[in-house]
């Protein structure tokens, strides 16, 4: 047994490792605190805490009735759910087709998949914008129909990405529970809801979350689809705010604050899964 | 066996056919449109072109001559060359200590991870505060330590790092978890036997560490190569419209700018064929350099 003893290779690693987690970490509470302070208190003075006279609410106050930002939220948290379920059940199914299935086409349609990674959304945009303006669903005046334009493109990006995770994984699965299955006189469909699906669970996940950050996160598409105040998502809203209130630093850093805390909330306790989820894809290559 | 319980072939159909026409409708099809409509004349967005430009190849001309198409060449190429050693370098290194150490490895990971999960656009106004001329919290920094004049951050002379150190350190963490990964893969047994044979700490990471771990670097190149063409969110937030004097142009930027703000839909098509031949010719140095070998 070796005496735990203190080294000076240790504490210098050690040293290296916090300052680069203080970079990650201190931003985000340095912007925390200077939403409390008024605009001019920032400017002076941004690391002292915001205690006794420096204290204020006025940024959130202002934030919450210049800014729609509740508003944002629902759009926000609407078209990632969307996004996020439809992505989980169109790739869950033709996965399980192209795992289980035999037939002429199945390698075609793979490669077609994996081929789609490859798209960047730039060279996608401008043909699908112009799309959805001929059926009349991009660029109306109908929040429904404005959602589902922003939705569908995201629903297409995500899709080559969780149906190559979700093959990985259905490709594992032991084939004898699904016969059992279709011994008890399941059909397919019912084999996909009742075997497979409860299976493959963790990867579900995997899909979910990811697919439901990415779209959250996403400026690029809601510059294109989303661009009236009513509609807009939490990331154009933000974006909006740069170009309109580009000097009011306080109601800036109550607004990034308003959008980082719920998702580092979220990120605490799902780390696991998070970390696991936004990486798979790179790992499986 | 497994093949009779799937030999009708009826549900295939509708298993595939919801995904798939999901993927030709708005990915494909727009994929090839886009090539087509860069050749056409558009007036604005959301209308197709009807007539072929004159000559129908006039936008590419137009690339080549383009002075902000250099620039955004220019400065995509450096924020390649970023992502993949700033990026990939810093977190080898910090995956590397992390190895090292026997507490924390998982606070850590938590930690290094936490910015890539923040969007990059929130991100993009914390780092306008915080790189703020007059004065934001690194100028106050500076003057703490005694400097007399600020930096103008957003000056062309600093604009471009400026706008590429939030982009590296936002996605440090991400190749960090997937070295750390290969790390745990490579077995404790090598570096015992070669520490038995008299192997120094560092002998035994050039040695045994880096051979080992070369396939996962060469996923993380790759991915630090393509993500780097997809930037946009945090410069465009940062550095609207290529401030200062269109110098921070980076191909998606300058491809988003022609589209929206200066209103060449079809010029805009032409770009963004553009970003997908860099993507192509790029992943495919990369592959060059980088062969993935088997061990």
Same mark, same amino acid.
């Given at each position: 047994?070796?005496?735990?003893?203190?080294?000076?290779?240790?504490?210098?690693?050690?040293?290296?490792?916090?300052?680069?987690?203080?970079?990650?970490?201190?931003?985000?509470?340095?912007? %925390?605190?200077?939403? $409390? /302070?008024? =605009? !001019?208190?920032?400017?002076?003075?941004?690391? @002292?805490?915001? +205690?006794?006279?420096? *204290?204020?609410?006025?940024?959130?106050?202002?934030?919450?009735?210049?800014?729609?930002?509740?508003?944002?939220?629902?759009?926000?948290?609407?078209?990632?759910?969307?996004?996020?379920?439809?992505?989980?059940?169109?790739?869950?199914?033709?996965?399980?087709?192209? %795992?289980?299935?035999? $037939? /002429?086409? =199945? !390698?075609?349609?793979?490669?077609?998949?994996? @081929?789609?990674? +490859?798209?960047?959304? *730039?060279?996608?945009?401008?043909?699908?914008?112009?799309?959805?303006?001929?059926?009349?669903?991009?660029?109306?005046?109908?929040?429904?129909?404005?959602?589902?334009?922003?939705?569908?493109?995201?629903?297409?990006?995500?899709?080559?990405?969780?149906?190559?995770?979700?093959?990985?994984?259905?490709?594992?699965?032991?084939?004898?529970?699904?016969?059992?299955?279709?011994?008890?006189?399941?059909?397919?469909?019912?084999?996909?809801?009742?075997?497979?699906?409860?299976?493959?669970?963790?990867?579900?996940?995997?899909?979910?979350?990811?697919?439901?950050?990415?779209?959250?996160?996403?400026?690029?598409?809601?510059?294109?689809?989303?661009?009236?105040?009513?509609?807009?998502?939490?990331?154009?809203?933000?974006?909006?705010?740069?170009?309109?209130?580009?000097?009011?630093?306080?109601?800036?850093?109550?607004?990034?604050?308003?959008?980082?805390?719920?998702?580092?909330?979220?990120?605490?306790?799902?780390?696991?899964?998070?970390?696991?989820?936004?990486?798979?894809?790179?790992?499986?290559? | 066996?497994?093949?009779?319980?799937?030999?009708?072939?009826?549900?295939?159909?509708?298993?595939?056919?919801?995904?798939?026409?999901?993927?030709?409708?708005?990915?494909?099809?727009?994929?090839?449109?886009?090539?087509?409509?860069?050749?056409?004349?558009?007036?604005?967005?959301?209308?197709?072109?009807?007539?072929?430009?004159?000559?129908?190849?006039?936008?590419?001309?137009?690339?080549?001559?383009?002075?902000?198409?250099?620039?955004?060449?220019?400065?995509?190429?450096?924020?390649?060359?970023?992502?993949?050693?700033?990026?990939?370098?810093?977190?080898?290194?910090?995956?590397?200590?992390?190895?090292?150490?026997?507490?924390?490895?998982?606070?850590?990971?938590?930690?290094?991870?936490?910015?890539?999960?923040?969007?990059?656009?929130?991100?993009?106004?914390?780092?306008?505060?915080?790189?703020?001329?007059?004065?934001?919290?690194?100028?106050?920094?500076?003057?703490?330590?005694?400097?007399?004049?600020?930096?103008?951050?957003?000056?062309?002379?600093?604009?471009?790092?400026?706008?590429?150190?939030?982009?590296?350190?936002?996605?440090?963490?991400?190749?960090?978890?997937?070295?750390?990964?290969?790390?745990?893969?490579?077995?404790?047994?090598?570096?015992?036997?070669?520490?038995?044979?008299?192997?120094?700490?560092?002998?035994?990471?050039?040695?045994?560490?880096?051979?080992?771990?070369?396939?996962?670097?060469?996923?993380?190149?790759?991915?630090?190569?393509?993500?780097?063409?997809?930037?946009?969110?945090?410069?465009?937030?940062?550095?609207?419209?290529?401030?200062?004097?269109?110098?921070?142009?980076?191909?998606?930027?300058?491809?988003?700018?022609?589209?929206?703000?200066?209103?060449?839909?079809?010029?805009?098509?032409?770009?963004?064929?553009?970003?997908?031949?860099?993507?192509?010719?790029?992943?495919?140095?990369?592959?060059?350099?980088?062969?993935?070998?088997?061990?």
């Amino acid at each position: 047994m070796k005496k735990r003893k203190f080294s000076v290779p240790m504490a210098v690693i050690y040293t290296l490792l916090c300052f680069w987690a203080l970079t990650t970490v201190y931003p985000i509470i340095w912007v %925390v605190l200077n939403s $409390f /302070k008024a =605009k !001019n208190k920032i400017l002076e003075n941004s690391f @002292a805490l915001p +205690m006794g006279e420096l *204290f204020t609410l006025a940024n959130y106050r202002k934030a919450f009735t210049n800014l729609n930002i509740f508003g944002a939220y629902k759009n926000s948290i609407f078209i990632s759910s969307m996004v996020c379920a439809i992505v989980i059940l169109l790739a869950g199914l033709a996965s399980f087709a192209l %795992v289980r299935y035999h $037939f /002429k086409l =199945k !390698n075609t349609l793979y490669m077609l998949v994996v @081929a789609g990674m +490859m798209f960047p959304a *730039f060279a996608t945009v401008i043909p699908v914008y112009t799309m959805e303006a001929s059926w009349g669903i991009a660029g109306t005046k109908n929040w429904w129909l404005s959602m589902l334009s922003v939705i569908l493109p995201q629903v297409a990006g995500n899709l080559s990405f969780a149906i190559i995770v979700l093959t990985g994984y259905i490709r594992s699965l032991p084939i004898e529970l699904e016969e059992a299955a279709f011994m008890e006189g399941c059909g397919s469909i019912q084999i996909f809801f009742k075997v497979i699906v409860p299976l493959t669970k963790p990867s579900f996940a995997t899909v979910a979350i990811f697919s439901f950050l990415w779209s959250y996160n996403d400026l690029f598409t809601q510059m294109f689809f989303l661009r009236r105040p009513d509609i807009m998502a939490i990331t154009r809203l933000l974006n909006e705010l740069t170009s309109n209130e580009g000097t009011d630093y306080g109601l800036m850093a109550a607004a990034v604050s308003l959008v980082v805390i719920p998702v580092l909330i979220v990120y605490i306790f799902m780390q696991k899964y998070i970390i696991k989820g936004m990486t798979a894809g790179a790992v499986k290559g | 066996m497994g093949a009779n319980i799937y030999k009708n072939k009826k549900p295939l159909f509708l298993f595939l056919l919801p995904a798939f026409i999901f993927m030709i409708v708005f990915l494909y099809f727009p994929f090839f449109k886009n090539i087509v409509d860069s050749c056409m004349k558009i007036k604005q967005l959301g209308t197709s072109g009807e007539v072929w430009n004159e000559p129908w190849y006039s936008n590419y001309t137009k690339l080549l001559t383009d002075e902000n198409v250099r620039t955004s060449l220019k400065n995509t190429l450096i924020m390649t060359i970023v992502t993949i050693f700033g990026q990939v370098g810093i977190a080898l290194l910090l995956a590397l200590m992390v190895d090292n150490i026997k507490r924390g490895a998982k606070v850590f990971r938590t930690l290094f991870f936490f910015p890539i999960v923040v969007s990059a656009t929130a991100l993009g106004l914390l780092f306008n505060l915080i790189f703020l001329y007059d004065t934001g919290m690194i100028n106050q920094l500076l003057t703490m330590f005694g400097r007399q004049e600020l930096i103008d951050w957003k000056s062309e002379k600093w604009a471009l790092f400026t706008m590429m150190l939030p982009v590296m350190w936002q996605y440090v963490g991400f190749y960090f978890v997937i070295i750390v990964t290969g790390l745990n893969n490579i077995s404790e047994e090598l570096y015992e036997a070669a520490a038995i044979d008299g192997a120094t700490r560092l002998k035994r990471i050039w040695y045994i560490t880096v051979p080992l771990l070369h396939n996962v670097l060469c996923t993380c190149v790759v991915l630090a190569v393509t993500g780097s063409l997809k930037v946009f969110d945090l410069p465009w937030t940062m550095f609207p419209k290529g401030m200062p004097l269109k110098s921070t142009f980076l191909t998606g930027t300058y491809m988003y700018y022609q589209t929206m703000i200066v209103k060449d839909v079809d010029y805009g098509c032409a770009l963004a064929v553009m970003i997908v031949i860099l993507g192509v010719v790029l992943s495919r140095i990369v592959n060059a350099i980088f062969k993935e070998k088997d061990y």
